[in-house]
């Protein structure tokens, strides 16, 4: 069959086999239209944060279908999420336990990962039950503040400062005696210097010794005499006499004790 029939009878067979577009027609070529091409690219991954049970489920659905957080092969996303992870992961966690797995196993062996597509891990994630408690706590001190109220410090240093107040008003309202006192000894061989010392060794809260002096009494047997001031709501004369001054090993020295005058202050 000559050669030009047989392209009319083609032709009348596939005529869109043939045609050619404006475009080959003017570059005198024959070449089909080729598809265009078609650019993708990869968003950053973002993800709840992994530490709580809802980021790992989270976490867990994406991997149901994927081997790695971005891409077909090990890349620097997977190391970010693998480090930002709380481990060993709960096996609850398949998908996630089965992935960090592998990447351990792939950077125990100094695996070269790629450079990945990025990804965001929200590290502010919902706090735990106490944490919130505790952020609602905070929350509840500044609104306090800003109404002028006080914080827990603040009146706390006040309470302080009003007992501090109720104190040192309760010591003015305490009143203070000065005291004469005889102190007598048993003979006239009593050491009169050590009755004295003994005397003054006698101290508690609320009594000051104040000046003393050696009195003839006859017979030459001398008594003591001496001052004192106490603070009347910490310290009892009475008491102070039966309890300390005629008392072993006091009496070895003290016969009696006379109050010569009592005068508040």
Same mark, same amino acid.
């Given at each position: ?20 577009? &404006? ?20 968003? =950053?991954?973002?993800?709840?944060? *992994?530490?709580?049970?809802?980021? $790992?489920?989270? #976490? ?29 992961? /709960? ?8 992935? /960090? ?19 965001? $891990? ?7 039950? =106490? ?16 109404? %002028? ?25 305490? %009143?203070? /005696? ?6 007598? &000894? ?8 050590? $009755? ?9 809260? %609320? ?6 002096? #050696?009195?003839?009494? %006859? ?8 001052? #004192?001031?106490? *603070? ?7 008491? #102070? ?25």
């Amino acid at each position: 069959m000559p050669f030009s029939l047989f392209i009319c009878q083609s032709r009348a067979q596939n005529p869109n086999k043939y045609q050619t577009s &404006p475009l080959t027609a003017r570059s005198g070529t024959s070449k089909t239209p080729s598809r265009e091409k078609s650019h993708h690219f990869e968003m =950053a991954v973002a993800f709840p944060d *992994v530490k709580s049970a809802s980021g $790992l489920k989270k #976490l867990d659905e994406y991997l149901l279908s994927r081997s790695y957080i971005s891409g077909y092969q090990p890349s620097k996303d997977d190391v970010t999420v693998y480090e930002a992870l709380s481990k060993p992961v /709960s096996s609850e966690y398949v998908n996630v336990s089965r992935w /960090s797995n592998h990447i351990e196993a792939l950077l125990r062996v100094s695996a070269v990962f790629g450079e990945g597509s990025g990804v965001k $891990l929200d590290a502010v994630a919902t706090p735990p039950a =106490a944490d919130a408690k505790a952020a609602d706590d905070d929350d509840d001190d500044d609104d306090m503040d800003l109404f %002028g109220e006080e914080t827990e410090e603040e009146k706390k240093a006040a309470e302080e400062r009003a007992a501090a107040v109720k104190a040192s008003a309760k010591k003015k309202e305490s %009143g203070k /005696s000065s005291v004469l006192m005889d102190i007598k &000894p048993w003979d006239d061989e009593t050491d009169m210097k050590k $009755l004295e010392e003994a005397v003054r060794s006698v101290q508690m809260e %609320g009594l000051l010794w104040g000046a003393s002096k #050696l009195v003839p009494v %006859g017979y030459g047997i001398k008594k003591l005499q001496i001052m #004192l001031t106490i *603070v009347d709501d910490l310290v009892s004369v009475d008491n #102070l006499i039966e309890e300390y001054l005629t008392v072993e090993p006091i009496n070895e020295h003290v016969q009696s004790c006379d109050i010569v005058a009592f005068n508040k202050i």
